[in-house]
């Protein structure tokens, strides 16, 4: 298990700027899932389609099935940003594992026939339907909203408060920092260490 | 219940990165769904991977999109309208000779691709999982009491047990067990007191230049010569 030890402490090292950009992006999902924002939308695509592209380009070749690998992710995130669960990983692993299974089927769509097994069959992670997992590690947004009311009450105030803002009542970390008049970094690791502690309180009860 | 046998560090790595064929990438999924320990080491690969190929940006000069092209591209994804491919239902329940297995997530999204049972020789079922051209694996159910002959594989065989527990002459395995086999081994399969439903594939890649193609399942080359 060195191979785990080692990617906790690159994680580790992630340097704010990174965690910014990423706790940006979270912040413009957010806001495509409630509002259909294009303004949001566009910013986050300013921020993903060159990187897609440059990936894209590496893995294919060729630049026209490159651009139809940046459009089909990007039109996936448009449509499936409420699928996003922040808990799970950063805002570009999950638009990472969108673009890994458009190339899985782009790479396949020559001798592709109707019933063969596509991407989203193999990966489900576009899925709609609530797949429970055989533990606890699978926190979906409707466990937390359903059944994790009775962990709260095990959280301290201060971040109870924010995790009810952010996920009951939807508001963005910024303007949650704004309501409480507490600093934005503040709210950030009251989120972390909540989402964490509540994580740790349903696995241990399964 | 603890799972002793994963599937190795670089087998883990090409599923997450998409480079297994559908087959094995529906075995190691179906793996990970049952196996807590390897789906945290997927998420952890994704993220590197992540940080690989999309966080640090290699810039192509000549391939950078230009202005008009990404205005293009938003419009075209603001006009989409969103994709409703139907979705099946995922079935979780598999019956077979009066028993009734639970499917791990992966193959319960998959069961309308499970084809008819036939009766092997001995006390062996196999139903056929198509999933594309060429690309086969098989559900594989022995009875109590089972034994399948000594034999050796032509290409790398991967298999899943999805409930039971089977032995051969090296080791036992059980719910969740992943055990990759090499064409030098041979290896006896067998069930004691207990039944077992199996996942099994061959590496796609050999079942290609074999030329025994689609037929082949870990055991068939032994029952349809």
């Given amino acids: 298990m060195q191979m785990m030890s080692e990617r906790t402490s690159t ?64 039109t996936n995130v448009w449509h499936k940003a409420h699928l996003f669960k922040p808990d799970r990983g950063s805002p570009s692993t999950w638009i990472f ?30 899925s709609e339907q609530n797949d429970s997992l055989d533990d606890g590690y699978a926190l979906d947004h409707d466990v937390l909203m359903q059944e994790i009311s ?45 989402l964490k502690k509540l994580k740790e309180l349903i696995v241990d009860d399964n | 219940m603890i799972i002793k046998s994963h599937p190795g560090e670089g087998l883990l790595y090409q599923y997450a990165a998409g480079d297994l064929s559908a087959a094995m990438t529906l075995v190691v999924g179906t793996h990970i769904d049952m196996c807590k320990a390897c789906r945290q080491t997927v998420c952890e690969i994704e993220q ?5 190929n999309l966080d640090t940006l290699v810039s192509v000069a000549s391939t950078t999109m230009s202005k008009s092209q990404c205005d293009q591209m938003l419009e075209a994804i603001f006009a989409s309208s969103a994709c409703n491919k139907q979705t099946r239902q995922p ?90 086999l090499d064409p030098s081994r041979t290896h006896t399969p067998e069930t004691q007191d207990e039944d077992c439903l199996t996942l099994a594939t061959l590496d796609a890649p050999l079942h290609f230049t074999s030329g025994i193609s689609r037929l082949l399942n870990p055991f068939s080359q032994l029952f349809f010569r």
Avoid at chain 1, 101 to 109: A, G, Q, S, V
Avoid at chain 1, 154 to 167: F, G, N, S, W
């Fill in chain 2, 48 to 52: 590197k991977l992540c940080e690989e």
């Fill in chain 1, 150 to 194: 009775f962990y709260y009450a095990q959280l301290p105030d201060a971040q109870r408060v924010v995790i009810e803002k952010i996920y009951i009542e939807g508001k963005s970390q910024q303007e949650v920092s704004d309501a409480l008049g507490v600093p934005l970094g503040t709210i950030k690791s009251r989120t972390r260490l909540a």
């Fill in chain 2, 91 to 180: 079935n979780e329940i598999l019956s077979l000779e009066g028993r009734r297995f639970t499917l791990p997530r992966t193959l319960a999204h998959n069961s309308h691709r499970i084809g008819e049972w036939s009766k092997l020789v001995g006390k062996l079922w196999r139903a056929p999982l198509t999933l594309d051209n060429g690309n086969q694996t098989n559900l594989i159910y022995m009875a109590p009491g089972a034994k399948v002959p000594e034999h050796t594989h032509k290409g790398q065989e991967a298999t899943l047990v999805i409930d039971g527990v089977f032995n051969d002459e090296k080791s036992e395995y059980r719910d969740g067990d992943f055990v990759l």
């Fill in chain 1, 11 to 74: 994680r580790g090292s992630m340097t704010t700027t990174q965690t910014d950009a990423a706790d940006r992006a979270a912040e413009l999902l957010a806001k495509i899932a409630e509002n259909r924002s294009r303004a949001a939308f566009s910013e986050l695509f300013r921020q993903f389609a060159p990187k897609l592209q440059s990936y894209a380009t590496r893995q294919f070749g060729n630049e026209q099935t490159a651009m139809d690998l940046v459009q089909e992710t990007m």
């Fill in chain 1, 97 to 126: 594992t969108i673009a890994r299974n458009i190339r899985f089927d782009l790479l396949r769509k020559n001798k592709k026939r109707k019933d063969d097994i596509s991407a989203d069959e193999l990966w489900p992670i576009l």
